[in-house]
């Protein structure tokens, strides 16, 4: 009797954690604090049509932590300019910049929009995109976007997190 109560309680105890959705696969960190922004728990949907992240409430909890200001969005109370690494199963798949619509300054690379936007039940998601305007780009080569994509929707599929049909931002 007492090893069948053993058991129970080891099980009672294991089934939370075999439950839970973080498993330290998936990150999006600061590249200076290695801070974690998002992670796995925190993301709803990955819509692979406009690579945007859509978050779940803990997620844009997170998400908003890291808006400081109380009232008008401040580029410096934000995570804006800030380089971010985004890594899946500990592996980097590619860095970049937090950016933002608002800025009149162009940018080579990956960035993440809008990054000094709080999200709502309503504004939801955060973008991948590769270059500020969007397609800007010239750094990242099509072979490059292709390979940063296809890890992303290799891994949300499996995640079953892959929305293929529409775009966040732009829906059909």
């Known amino acids: 009797m007492t090893l069948l109560a053993t058991i129970s309680i ?3 105890l294991l089934l939370p954690s075999a439950c839970a959705r973080s498993d330290g696969s998936f990150g999006i960190y600061l590249a200076d604090s290695g801070e974690q922004v998002i992670s796995l728990e925190h993301i709803k949907a990955y819509h692979s049509l406009d690579y945007s992240l859509e978050l779940t409430p803990k997620g844009i909890e997170k998400w908003n932590s890291f808006q400081t200001s109380t009232t008008i969005p401040k ?4 995570l804006y300019q800030r380089d971010f ?3 899946i199963n500990g592996t980097e798949v590619c ?12 940018y080579d690379g990956i960035v993440i929009m809008d990054s000094i936007m709080k999200l709502d039940s309503t504004h939801t998601a955060i973008k991948l995109d590769f270059g500020y305007p969007p397609g800007f780009s010239l750094s990242t080569t099509p072979s490059d976007e292709g390979r940063i994509t296809s890890e992303l929707e290799q891994y949300f599929s499996g995640k079953h997190l892959l929305v293929a049909d529409k775009g966040w931002w732009f829906p059909s």
Do not use: D, M, N
């Open 85 to 87: 690494i985004l890594k």
């Open 10 to 12: 080891l099980l009672l």
């Open 75 to 78: 580029l410096a109370q934000s």
């Open 95 to 106: 860095r970049g910049k937090f950016y933002s619509l608002v800025s009149s300054s162009t």
